[in-house]
């Protein structure tokens, strides 16, 4: 197997998912409480990584083996094991050892900090796993944003926290939601793309349950809505000021780029250049907290 062939799998282009929640998530640790254990924060951020590949992983497998990356429909050449050969079973393999080393690591943060790590990082694996796994994958019903956006946004975001600073606060949480609706939306996008394919391999997405009208407006409400959460918090003080400010720019960015992504409708042809649309407006959408965090923490009263 190739590097490449590896980065397929794991969809490595995709982390940026999750290493966003990671960095926002940190910089608010640091804003909030001032300091944190770097050997900690090094070690979340290695098993988070290691348990997002093996999610991925999992899921390119349960694709392949639902037919549900039909190669008449999917134009990803990032599918590896349907456009380039690749063992599905070397793919369940990586998947497997990614797990087993997030457990290994997870074990080290439950040593320093305590039991509740280990019952949210066991719900995260399993949720992880069954999100494309068992007979009734979460993917494949209208439940898929939410445990997607949940997970790597809200619960992700709270199990850093919580592990660096050793508590839970309603304003983490309520800092964690805008970057939830973020990651809902890529899923969104994804879906509603991919209507056509889900369909006939007999998936029940939200976008499928919406239909095509519903499921391009999920689209647009999740990610103004998440733009439009940090302008809030902002205005609570719940982030640094110069957090709304920067929403002002980001938010004509991002309406553009919308317009863009509508005129071109959503279907398997122009799932290329939405997906590709979508991940900008995700990095500038996170891109507005982390320097806004930033500031604070330099500039702190």
Known sequence: MTFKQFSGIVELRTKIVSISTYCISLLYSLYAAGHVSPLLALLVFISALAVDMGTTGFNSYFDWYRNVDDPRFNRESAKVIIHEGVSPGAALLVSVLCYL?????????????????????????????????GSRPISSTPLGELFAGGFLGLVFFIINYYILTSHISWQAVLAALPQTLAIAAILSVNNACDMTGDAEAGRKTLA???????????????????????????????????????VIPAAVIILLEYAHMHQRGYSHDTKGPNMQSISKIFIIQSLIPMLGLLWGILFRP
Do not use: K
């Not at 074990?107 to 399993?126: D, E, F, K, R």
């Open 101 to 133: 080393f997030a457990m290994v690591v997870g074990l080290i943060i439950i040593a320093m900090t305590g039991p509740l790590v280990l019952l949210l990082g066991a719900l995260s694996l399993l949720v992880g796993f069954f999100y494309s796994g």
């Open 208 to 246: 499928i349950v919406l239909g095509q009208a519903g499921a391009e407006t999920l689209v647009y409400i999740e990610g103004l809505l998440g733009i439009l959460g940090y302008g809030i918090l902002a205005f609570l003080g719940i982030l640094p000021p110069l957090t709304g400010w920067l």
